[in-house]
């Protein structure tokens, strides 16, 4: 992680008012197919990591039993929040929680875990350690849409803010996921530097066992 946690968390309260409106045609492509991959059925609990203003678990909360958004930044949580009220949905519940430490509610039993643009925050290594506690939660199907690089990166066209963001390339993440126990199901490639990848579990995979 090029910056800690609490800078990250600053950055993102600065922005969170108008995040939203300040989103790229690819960001959104990116967000369209993370919730068409997530399809949570109607008893489904979901964990939207990074979940920041809500894009996410608002999105598939109509179809889910239960979502649960967690971020460091309050400010967006607290966009997340307004908006949840707004549309009257009340399966879904915004706090604290990172991808270290979720913070899950002790009742939470994970079936499906999404993530979108927020894990290239985090270094390679992070990302490993994240994708390990994810598959500890023993969810069916993780959807990781993010900065992710499809080949060389056009060093005068980022998709992202190399000072304080470690995007990791497709071959790094897909290791990662495999490895946790995972079986990559879907590539979907946006950009040369975005993508969502699909991964899922078989039902009552250990992933120990499996490393
Ligand atoms: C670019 S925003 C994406 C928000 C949302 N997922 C979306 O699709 O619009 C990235 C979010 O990741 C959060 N974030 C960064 N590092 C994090 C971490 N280690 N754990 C949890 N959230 C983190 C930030 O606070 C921010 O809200």
């Known amino acids: 992680m090029k910056r800690s946690l609490d800078e990250h968390a600053a950055r993102f309260d600065e922005v969170a008012a108008d995040y939203d409106e300040d989103q790229t045609e690819e960001y959104r492509a990116c967000a369209g197919l993370v919730v068409d991959h997530a399809a949570p059925g109607p008893d489904d609990v979901v964990l939207d990591l990074g979940t920041g203003t809500g894009a996410i678990a608002l999105a598939l909360a109509p179809d889910a039993g239960r979502v649960i958004g967690r971020d460091i930044s309050e400010g967006m949580l607290d966009q997340a929040r307004g908006k949840a009220a707004d549309q009257d949905l009340d399966n879904v519940e915004f706090g604290e929680g990172r991808f270290r430490d979720p913070n899950l509610p002790d009742d939470a039993d994970v079936d499906v875990v999404v993530s979108n643009f927020a894990m290239h925050h985090l270094s390679a290594d992070e990302k490993r350690e994240a994708i390990d506690v994810i598959a500890a939660l023993e969810p069916r199907r993780f959807v990781l849409g993010d900065v992710m690089f499809f080949g060389e990166p056009d060093p005068d066209e980022p998709f992202y803010t190399?000072?304080?963001?470690?995007?990791?390339?497709?071959?790094?993440?897909?290791?990662?996921?495999?490895?946790?126990?995972?079986?990559?199901?879907?590539?979907?490639?946006?950009?040369?530097?975005?993508?969502?990848?699909?991964?899922?579990?078989?039902?009552?995979?250990?992933?120990?066992?499996?490393?």
């Open 162 to 211: 190399p000072e304080v963001d470690d995007p990791s390339t497709v071959g790094v993440l897909a290791d990662a996921l495999t490895d946790a126990g995972f079986a990559l199901t879907a590539v979907e490639r946006i950009h040369d530097q975005v993508g969502v990848l699909v991964a899922e579990r078989a039902p009552g995979a250990n992933s120990d066992e499996e490393r």
